[in-house]
T-cell receptor, first 114, second 112 residues
């Protein structure tokens, strides 16, 4: 089975800190995604990547950046953390090519910015 | 923007009953998918139905898709307490590769 591993389950950071959320998948998937999930808002796409060194903005990219230097790793960066970025962050991967597969999600990182 | 809208927002049933959840969407899609999320965890893919399919089964799950009404339903038969979770529909738009847009989710509670 594909595994998507997010480096931390819980994280507490201070306002203004630079925060790195790491995501690694082990099945050579082309596509990787970062979502945030908030009560009443569902999942919202922050950034995604269809290939190494490639990135595209999702619906809510402001305040975030990403890095994909290797195919298996997709990092989400909060340049200067703010309290409104307190959320559950979910990473997902997909084989790509429009194939009829679902996403594989990591277990999530619950980030609290104080 | 939210493409999928689930209905109802919350559902409470007795163990053994069937649970029906609905999803409506706005634009043409390539496929529609349903996911389950247990409390505080990541999402798990349940089933995918393509735009040219009308019904699909997987174990106790049955999904239907009506592209003329832009709607889908997920039926869980003979529900169990372990089915208690949040359920999300997600749509892949035509020509948008695999990018998915998720609804806000339905909270299902199955009482033992």
């Amino acid at each position: 089975d594909v595994k998507v591993t997010q480096s931390s389950r819980y994280l507490v950071k201070r306002t203004g800190e630079k925060v790195f959320l790491e995501c690694v998948q082990d099945m050579d998937h082309e596509n990787m995604f970062w979502y945030r999930q908030d009560p009443g808002l569902g999942l919202r796409l922050i950034y995604f990547s269809y290939d190494v060194k490639m990135k595209e903005k999702g619906d809510i990219p402001e305040g975030y950046s990403v890095s994909r230097e290797k195919k298996e790793r997709f990092s989400l960066i909060l340049e200067s953390a703010s309290t409104n970025q307190t959320s559950m962050y979910l990473c997902a991967s997909h084989p790509g090519g429009g194939r009829g597969y679902g996403y594989t999600f990591g277990s999530g990182t619950r980030l609290t910015v104080v | 923007s939210q493409q999928g809208e689930e209905d109802p927002q919350a559902l409470s049933i007795q163990e053994g009953e069937n649970a029906t959840m609905n999803c409506s969407y706005k634009t043409s899609i390539n496929n529609l998918q349903w996911y389950r999320q247990n409390s505080g965890r990541g999402l798990v893919h349940l089933i995918l139905i393509r735009s040219n399919e009308r019904e699909k089964h997987s174990g106790r799950l049955r999904v239907t898709l009506d592209t003329s009404k832009k709607s889908s339903s997920l039926l869980i038969t003979a529900s169990r307490a372990a089915d208690t979770a949040s359920y999300f529909c997600a749509t892949a738009l035509t020509g948008a590769n695999s990018k998915l847009t998720f609804g806000k989710g339905i909270t299902l509670s199955v009482r033992p």
